[in-house]
Protein backbone atom coordinates (compact mmCIF):
# COMPACT_ATOMS: atom_id res chain seq x y z
CA UNK A 1 0.00 0.00 0.00
CA UNK A 2 1.10 3.54 -1.09
CA UNK A 3 2.00 5.37 2.13
CA UNK A 4 1.14 9.16 2.15
CA UNK A 5 3.05 11.31 4.97
CA UNK A 6 0.68 14.06 6.57
CA UNK A 7 3.08 16.33 5.74
CA UNK A 8 2.75 15.49 1.80
CA UNK A 9 -1.35 16.35 2.45
CA UNK A 10 -2.00 20.14 1.56
CA UNK A 11 -1.80 22.89 4.34
CA UNK A 12 -5.28 23.48 4.11
CA UNK A 13 -8.66 22.87 5.65
CA UNK A 14 -9.48 19.43 5.65
CA UNK A 15 -12.81 18.49 4.34
CA UNK A 16 -13.58 14.89 4.86
CA UNK A 17 -17.57 15.49 6.34
CA UNK A 18 -18.07 13.65 9.39
CA UNK A 19 -20.82 11.48 7.96
CA UNK A 20 -18.73 10.35 5.52
CA UNK A 21 -15.84 9.74 7.84
CA UNK A 22 -17.11 8.21 10.42
CA UNK A 23 -19.03 5.73 8.45
CA UNK A 24 -15.99 4.78 7.16
CA UNK A 25 -14.56 4.32 10.34
CA UNK A 26 -17.27 1.84 10.82
CA UNK A 27 -18.21 4.25 13.95
CA UNK A 28 -21.62 4.77 12.82
CA UNK A 29 -23.79 1.80 12.12
CA UNK A 30 -26.26 1.29 9.26
CA UNK A 31 -28.94 3.53 10.18
CA UNK A 32 -26.23 6.01 9.65
CA UNK A 33 -27.42 7.78 13.01
CA UNK A 34 -24.56 10.28 13.91
CA UNK A 35 -25.43 10.01 17.57
CA UNK A 36 -24.74 13.00 19.83
CA UNK A 37 -22.76 10.84 22.29
CA UNK A 38 -20.37 10.65 19.86
CA UNK A 39 -19.13 14.46 21.22
CA UNK A 40 -18.58 15.25 17.45
CA UNK A 41 -19.39 18.88 16.89
CA UNK A 42 -21.37 20.02 13.59
CA UNK A 43 -19.11 20.82 10.53
CA UNK A 44 -20.11 21.73 7.07
CA UNK A 45 -19.95 18.81 4.83
CA UNK A 46 -17.35 19.77 1.87
CA UNK A 47 -16.18 16.71 0.97
CA UNK A 48 -13.61 16.78 -2.06
CA UNK A 49 -13.45 13.14 -2.93
CA UNK A 50 -9.52 13.60 -3.85
CA UNK A 51 -9.21 15.24 -0.17
CA UNK A 52 -11.68 12.57 1.14
CA UNK A 53 -9.12 9.78 -0.50
CA UNK A 54 -6.32 10.93 0.82
CA UNK A 55 -7.30 11.36 4.41
CA UNK A 56 -8.47 7.95 5.04
CA UNK A 57 -5.39 6.58 3.37
CA UNK A 58 -3.57 8.52 6.40
CA UNK A 59 -5.84 7.40 8.55
CA UNK A 60 -5.67 3.31 7.37
CA UNK A 61 -1.57 3.91 7.43
CA UNK A 62 -0.97 4.71 10.68
CA UNK A 63 1.63 6.89 11.43
CA UNK A 64 5.61 7.18 10.38
CA UNK A 65 6.54 3.95 12.21
CA UNK A 66 3.80 2.04 10.83
CA UNK A 67 1.54 1.89 13.56
CA UNK A 68 -2.30 2.02 13.32
CA UNK A 69 -4.06 4.92 14.71
CA UNK A 70 -6.03 4.65 17.74
CA UNK A 71 -10.10 4.44 17.22
CA UNK A 72 -12.16 7.43 17.64
CA UNK A 73 -13.88 5.64 20.12
CA UNK A 74 -10.71 4.99 22.49
CA UNK A 75 -9.55 8.62 22.19
CA UNK A 76 -12.82 10.28 22.87
CA UNK A 77 -13.45 8.14 25.52
CA UNK A 78 -10.43 7.29 27.77
CA UNK A 79 -8.74 10.75 28.32
CA UNK A 80 -7.17 12.43 31.66
CA UNK A 81 -8.92 16.20 32.44
CA UNK A 82 -9.00 16.79 36.10
CA UNK A 83 -10.90 19.86 35.59
CA UNK A 84 -13.81 17.18 34.98
CA UNK A 85 -13.35 14.33 36.70
CA UNK A 86 -10.56 12.03 37.84
CA UNK A 87 -11.58 9.03 35.94
CA UNK A 88 -10.59 8.51 33.09
CA UNK A 89 -13.77 7.43 31.33
CA UNK A 90 -16.22 9.51 32.78
CA UNK A 91 -14.64 12.95 31.38
CA UNK A 92 -16.53 12.23 28.34
CA UNK A 93 -20.06 12.36 29.56
CA UNK A 94 -19.46 15.18 32.28
CA UNK A 95 -17.80 17.22 29.68
CA UNK A 96 -20.26 17.39 27.34
CA UNK A 97 -22.39 20.50 28.30
CA UNK A 98 -18.76 22.43 28.07
CA UNK A 99 -19.76 25.85 25.78
CA UNK A 100 -17.00 26.03 24.12
CA UNK A 101 -18.52 29.11 21.08
CA UNK A 102 -18.70 31.82 21.74
CA UNK A 103 -14.22 31.43 23.00
CA UNK A 104 -12.08 33.55 22.91
CA UNK A 105 -7.98 33.53 23.62
CA UNK A 106 -5.82 36.24 24.16
CA UNK A 107 -2.31 36.03 24.20
CA UNK A 108 -0.04 38.91 25.17
CA UNK A 109 2.91 39.42 27.95
CA UNK A 110 6.27 40.00 26.63
CA UNK A 111 5.16 41.22 22.54
CA UNK A 112 4.97 44.32 20.47
CA UNK A 113 1.34 43.61 19.33
CA UNK A 114 -1.03 41.18 21.80
CA UNK A 115 -4.20 39.99 20.03
CA UNK A 116 -7.22 38.63 21.13
CA UNK A 117 -8.81 35.85 18.40
CA UNK A 118 -12.18 34.18 18.68
CA UNK A 119 -11.27 30.47 18.27
CA UNK A 120 -13.13 30.38 14.72
CA UNK A 121 -10.92 33.61 13.51
CA UNK A 122 -7.59 30.92 14.59
CA UNK A 123 -9.34 28.31 12.71
CA UNK A 124 -9.71 30.66 9.56
CA UNK A 125 -6.49 32.71 9.78
CA UNK A 126 -3.96 29.93 10.08
CA UNK A 127 -3.85 26.79 7.94
CA UNK A 128 -4.91 23.78 9.63
CA UNK A 129 -3.14 20.80 8.42
CA UNK A 130 -3.71 17.02 9.49
CA UNK A 131 -1.17 16.01 12.23
CA UNK A 132 -0.55 12.49 13.03
CA UNK A 133 1.13 12.14 16.29
CA UNK A 134 1.99 9.20 19.09
CA UNK A 135 0.59 10.53 23.04
CA UNK A 136 2.36 8.99 25.20
CA UNK A 137 0.68 9.98 29.03
CA UNK A 138 3.15 10.17 32.06
CA UNK A 139 1.10 7.23 33.61
CA UNK A 140 2.16 4.94 30.86
CA UNK A 141 -0.19 4.45 28.39
CA UNK A 142 -0.39 5.62 24.58
CA UNK A 143 -2.14 6.54 21.47
CA UNK A 144 -1.58 7.47 18.06
CA UNK A 145 -3.78 10.72 16.97
CA UNK A 146 -4.91 12.00 14.10
CA UNK A 147 -4.92 15.84 14.92
CA UNK A 148 -6.27 18.54 13.10
CA UNK A 149 -4.11 22.07 14.07
CA UNK A 150 -1.32 24.53 13.14
CA UNK A 151 2.05 25.40 14.32
CA UNK A 152 2.37 27.48 17.79
CA UNK A 153 4.85 29.05 15.86
CA UNK A 154 2.85 30.70 13.62
CA UNK A 155 0.63 32.63 16.36
CA UNK A 156 3.71 33.09 17.87
CA UNK A 157 5.43 35.14 15.03
CA UNK A 158 2.14 37.02 14.42
CA UNK A 159 2.20 39.11 18.07
CA UNK A 160 6.20 39.79 18.02
CA UNK A 161 7.72 38.47 21.28
CA UNK A 162 10.01 41.11 22.99
CA UNK A 163 13.71 39.98 23.56
CA UNK A 164 13.01 39.56 26.93
CA UNK A 165 10.42 36.74 26.13
CA UNK A 166 12.46 33.27 26.96
CA UNK A 167 9.10 30.93 28.23
CA UNK A 168 5.58 30.50 26.73
CA UNK A 169 2.28 30.08 29.58
CA UNK A 170 -0.92 28.98 28.59
CA UNK A 171 -4.17 28.58 30.85
CA UNK A 172 -6.78 26.70 30.68
CA UNK A 173 -10.61 28.31 31.20
CA UNK A 174 -11.18 28.65 34.92
CA UNK A 175 -14.85 28.03 35.72
CA UNK A 176 -16.00 25.99 38.05
CA UNK A 177 -20.02 25.84 37.28
CA UNK A 178 -19.30 24.72 34.51
CA UNK A 179 -15.77 22.24 35.22
CA UNK A 180 -16.95 20.75 38.53
CA UNK A 181 -13.06 19.52 39.23
CA UNK A 182 -12.35 23.44 39.60
CA UNK A 183 -14.17 23.19 43.03
CA UNK A 184 -11.43 20.66 44.66
CA UNK A 185 -9.20 22.68 46.39
CA UNK A 186 -6.12 20.63 46.14
CA UNK A 187 -5.20 21.86 43.00
CA UNK A 188 -4.25 25.48 41.87
CA UNK A 189 -6.37 25.88 39.18
CA UNK A 190 -6.56 27.23 36.78
CA UNK A 191 -4.30 24.00 34.83
CA UNK A 192 -1.39 25.87 33.41
CA UNK A 193 1.64 24.42 31.10
CA UNK A 194 4.46 25.92 29.77
CA UNK A 195 7.35 25.69 27.10
CA UNK A 196 10.54 27.34 26.49
CA UNK A 197 9.95 29.51 23.57
CA UNK A 198 12.53 27.57 21.33
CA UNK A 199 10.16 24.53 22.12
CA UNK A 200 6.91 26.11 21.33
CA UNK A 201 8.98 27.37 18.48
CA UNK A 202 9.54 24.16 16.87
CA UNK A 203 7.82 22.73 14.09
CA UNK A 204 6.32 19.92 16.00
CA UNK A 205 4.72 21.86 18.64
CA UNK A 206 0.75 22.90 17.61
CA UNK A 207 -2.24 24.15 18.38
CA UNK A 208 -4.83 21.45 17.64
CA UNK A 209 -8.85 22.68 16.89
CA UNK A 210 -9.45 19.16 15.70
CA UNK A 211 -9.37 15.09 15.25
CA UNK A 212 -10.17 12.78 12.93
CA UNK A 213 -11.30 15.85 10.88
CA UNK A 214 -13.73 16.97 12.71
CA UNK A 215 -13.66 19.63 15.78
CA UNK A 216 -12.26 18.62 18.62
CA UNK A 217 -14.94 17.20 21.12
CA UNK A 218 -15.02 18.85 24.71
CA UNK A 219 -13.37 15.88 26.78
CA UNK A 220 -10.40 16.39 24.15
CA UNK A 221 -10.32 20.21 24.92
CA UNK A 222 -12.38 21.52 22.75
CA UNK A 223 -11.98 24.44 20.64
CA UNK A 224 -8.27 24.23 21.09
CA UNK A 225 -5.57 23.22 22.93
CA UNK A 226 -1.78 22.20 23.04
CA UNK A 227 -0.54 19.49 21.31
CA UNK A 228 3.62 18.72 22.15
CA UNK A 229 4.53 15.33 20.54
CA UNK A 230 7.62 14.75 22.29
CA UNK A 231 6.66 15.77 26.12
CA UNK A 232 4.09 13.87 28.17
CA UNK A 233 0.77 14.15 27.69
CA UNK A 234 0.24 16.39 30.08
CA UNK A 235 2.49 19.27 28.94
CA UNK A 236 -0.25 19.43 26.21
CA UNK A 237 -3.23 21.74 27.99
CA UNK A 238 -6.58 21.88 26.87
CA UNK A 239 -9.24 24.58 26.38
CA UNK A 240 -6.71 27.26 26.60
CA UNK A 241 -8.19 31.04 26.91
CA UNK A 242 -4.71 32.83 27.61
CA UNK A 243 -1.19 32.67 26.26
CA UNK A 244 1.86 34.56 27.56
CA UNK A 245 5.18 35.08 26.61
CA UNK A 246 7.31 35.62 29.70
CA UNK A 247 10.71 36.06 31.17
CA UNK A 248 10.90 33.32 33.70
CA UNK A 249 9.81 29.51 33.42
CA UNK A 250 6.19 29.49 34.59
CA UNK A 251 5.43 27.16 37.41
CA UNK A 252 2.41 24.29 36.27
CA UNK A 253 -0.24 22.76 37.94
CA UNK A 254 1.54 19.48 37.80
CA UNK A 255 4.79 21.47 39.38
CA UNK A 256 2.49 22.64 41.87
CA UNK A 257 0.78 19.92 43.13
CA UNK A 258 4.07 17.48 43.17
CA UNK A 259 6.82 18.95 41.71
CA UNK A 260 9.43 16.10 43.04
CA UNK A 261 7.10 13.82 40.38
CA UNK A 262 6.55 16.45 37.43
CA UNK A 263 8.91 18.63 36.25
CA UNK A 264 8.76 21.56 33.64
CA UNK A 265 10.20 19.80 30.50
CA UNK A 266 8.86 16.18 31.09
CA UNK A 267 10.32 14.96 27.96
CA UNK A 268 9.21 11.70 26.86
CA UNK A 269 12.24 9.78 28.06
CA UNK A 270 12.51 5.89 28.62
CA UNK A 271 15.82 6.39 30.95
CA UNK A 272 14.80 8.16 33.21
CA UNK A 273 11.79 6.82 35.99
CA UNK A 274 8.94 8.78 37.31
CA UNK A 275 9.71 8.14 41.11
CA UNK A 276 6.93 5.62 41.47
CA UNK A 277 7.24 3.41 38.16
CA UNK A 278 9.21 2.85 35.54
CA UNK A 279 9.25 4.83 32.07
CA UNK A 280 10.89 1.65 29.91
CA UNK A 281 7.38 0.91 28.38
CA UNK A 282 4.33 1.59 27.46
CA UNK A 283 0.55 0.05 26.84
CA UNK A 284 -0.75 1.31 23.15
CA UNK A 285 -4.02 1.90 24.26
CA UNK A 286 -6.24 -1.29 21.99
CA UNK A 287 -3.43 -3.22 21.93
CA UNK A 288 -2.27 -6.14 24.37
CA UNK A 289 0.78 -5.98 25.79
CA UNK A 290 3.35 -3.44 26.34
CA UNK A 291 6.62 -2.10 23.72
CA UNK A 292 9.23 -0.42 24.65
CA UNK A 293 8.79 3.56 25.26
CA UNK A 294 11.24 5.81 22.72
CA UNK A 295 12.82 8.71 23.42
CA UNK A 296 11.40 11.96 22.50
CA UNK A 297 8.43 9.91 21.82
CA UNK A 298 9.97 8.80 18.63
CA UNK A 299 10.52 12.50 18.10
CA UNK A 300 14.84 12.43 18.48
CA UNK A 301 15.69 13.63 14.98
CA UNK A 302 13.54 16.99 15.36
CA UNK A 303 13.82 17.56 18.54
CA UNK A 304 16.93 16.55 20.33
CA UNK A 305 18.73 19.59 19.19
CA UNK A 306 16.76 21.92 21.72
CA UNK A 307 18.73 19.75 24.44
CA UNK A 308 22.32 20.02 23.41
CA UNK A 309 24.65 20.40 26.59
CA UNK A 310 21.71 19.62 28.85
CA UNK A 311 22.36 16.12 30.83
CA UNK A 312 19.01 14.40 30.14
CA UNK A 313 18.99 12.56 32.89
CA UNK A 314 18.69 15.65 35.50
CA UNK A 315 15.21 17.14 34.03
CA UNK A 316 11.92 15.39 34.17
N1 LIG B 1 -5.40 19.83 30.18
C1 LIG B 1 -6.22 20.24 31.17
N2 LIG B 1 -6.70 21.49 31.14
N3 LIG B 1 -6.56 19.43 32.21
C2 LIG B 1 -6.09 18.15 32.31
O1 LIG B 1 -6.41 17.44 33.29
N4 LIG B 1 -4.66 16.41 31.31
C3 LIG B 1 -3.42 16.23 30.56
C4 LIG B 1 -3.51 16.82 29.15
N5 LIG B 1 -4.12 18.12 29.18
C5 LIG B 1 -5.22 17.68 31.30
C6 LIG B 1 -4.93 18.56 30.21
C7 LIG B 1 -3.01 14.84 30.48
S1 LIG B 1 -2.40 14.14 31.93
C8 LIG B 1 -3.05 14.11 29.32
S2 LIG B 1 -2.35 12.56 29.22
C9 LIG B 1 -3.69 14.66 28.12
O2 LIG B 1 -4.29 15.96 28.35
C10 LIG B 1 -4.76 13.71 27.66
O3 LIG B 1 -5.34 14.16 26.46
P1 LIG B 1 -6.54 13.34 25.82
O4 LIG B 1 -7.60 13.17 26.86
O5 LIG B 1 -6.99 14.18 24.66
O6 LIG B 1 -5.96 12.02 25.39
Not at 64 to 88: A, C, M, R, V
Request: hydrophobic letters at 35%; glycine letters at 6%.
Amino acid sequence: MNRIKPSEITPEHVYLSRREFLKTMGIVTASGLLSAACGVTKQEDSPGLQREEELLEVYSTGDELGDPLTSYQDITNYNNYFEFSTSKVEVARLSQNLTVSPWTVSIGGLVNNPKVYDVNDLKNKFNLQERVYRLRCVEGWSMVIPWIGFPLAELITQVEPTSAARYVRFETLYDPAQMAGQKDQWYSWPYVEGLRIDEAMNDLTILATGLYGNDLPPQNGAPVRLVVPWKYGFKSIKAIVKIDLVEDMPLSLWMNAAPNEYGFYANVNPNVSHPRWSQTTERRIGDIGRRPTLLFNGYEEQVANLYDGMDLSLYY
